[in-house]
């Protein structure tokens, strides 16, 4: 891949536009939405990584708002981000597991955005990074509300190569699919080169990070939006040389500390440019960790399995969130909240409309602005596969409910960017008080029969409005994605 500096330099769509709209105050503040792929609970410094450091998120930390019960839409990729960007589960809107290069749907039209919302209230709104809800033109991002747009459109292991650029055949026991066309790197709507080998891969979290800086100094004048969903840490890893070989945890924490970097030079710049009393950042994942590459894999904290469950390492994710003078600085909730929580407190923030469709989040404004006491979200439903639901959550309380599941406990996994074997998994119905329990090791229903009754009529509620395929309730809310024309 030739990351051609006319790439790098190239006006986003709209640069005239820039200095037009006057400094945001309280009601417009710039927002920067950072999304890392596969990031465990456990992955940073200050939630408890070894082996490398995170200063830049460890510093953001203290600027801003810790949560330690934030829980992804869903856990796998493509899911987790259409519920990041609608409010709403992934599968009310038709959007589950992992879209590839053969999928012939994505995001509907009749969704609202995050960007589509904002603006209506004059905001430029840029994505740099992975989208992965849809690669054909009609669900690229430009036509979901954002003004520009450089990155993937899917995975990074979504191509038909070894590690050393040989291709795969379709008898080969490597891990990369043979009927995948090379990555395609897109600038606004088309294709401006491919990445093909690791080698281009290491190149893309410096690639972003410098397009993500040129975006906020291009819209310095005017409220913006930015979206950063970098492609790392998902596998296959790539790092750039200013971080090869410097850590102790090997490959992963190399890449572990060019993200960190990434979101420093993030920081960097909103101060340089004065803007970090007027932007809200937000720091959070898509889901957790994929174990079965073992030491390229992250770190899911002590909760249990991981990336493709709804147990707590799937789905809990690591989230901070800094907007100096409205958000206390170096505070920690507990609080339950979730990233389909974040189209409905920008709504509040902005004073922006909230779609007339039905949407999941709710406003978390009051736990950021430090009412730690504060629970908007007094529930969560952990859906996977097509629209499973697998399990829901009350207070501290988590009713797993009977399903199988992939498992990385009682196999190896892998190891230097190559997968072990997945085992099977099977749990009957459970309830874990995840106070005491966060990884999920006592069933106590016994004890707690009221809480099992509690919590039912959840399950009941939830089945009722989005369905359930396991016990073959269709729901009556849930909507269709977007089809290829």
Known sequence: MKLKSSYLLAPFVGLAMAGCAKAPDTTTPNVVLIFIDDLGYGDLGTYGATGYETPNLDQLATRGLRFTHFYA????????????????????????????????????????????????????????????????????????????YLGLPYSNDMWPVDFDGTPVTKDSKKPWKANYPPLPLIDGNEVIDTIKTLDDQSRLTTLYTERAVQFIENHKNEPFFLYLPHSMVHVPLGVSDKFRGKSKQGMFGDVMMEVDWSVGEIIKTLDRLKLSKKTLVIFTADNGPWLNFGNHAGNTGGLREGKGTSFEGGQREPCIMVWPGVIPAGKMTSQLSSTIDILPTLAEITGCSLPAHKIDGVSILPIMKGDLKAEPRKEFYFYYHRNSLEGVRKGTWKLVLPHDYRSYEGVLPGNDGWPGAYGKGHTELALYDLRRDPGEEYDVQALYPEKVAELMKVVEKAREDLGDDLTGNPGKNRREPGRLK
């Not at 409010?87 to 038709?94: A, E, F, M, S, T």
């Not at 969704?111 to 209506?120: D, F, H, R």
Request: aromatic share 6%.
């Open 73 to 148: 839409a869903q856990a796998v990729c493509s899911a987790s981000r259409a519920g990041l960007l609608t409010g709403c589960y992934p599968n009310r809107i038709g959007i589950t597991g992992a879209l590839g290069p053969n999928a012939k749907h994505g995001i509907s039209n009749e969704e609202l955005t995050i960007a589509e919302m904002l603006k209506t209230k004059g905001y430029a709104t840029g994505i740099v990074g992975k989208w992965h809800l849809g690669h054909h033109k009609q669900f690229l991002p430009l036509q979901h509300g954002f003004d520009e």
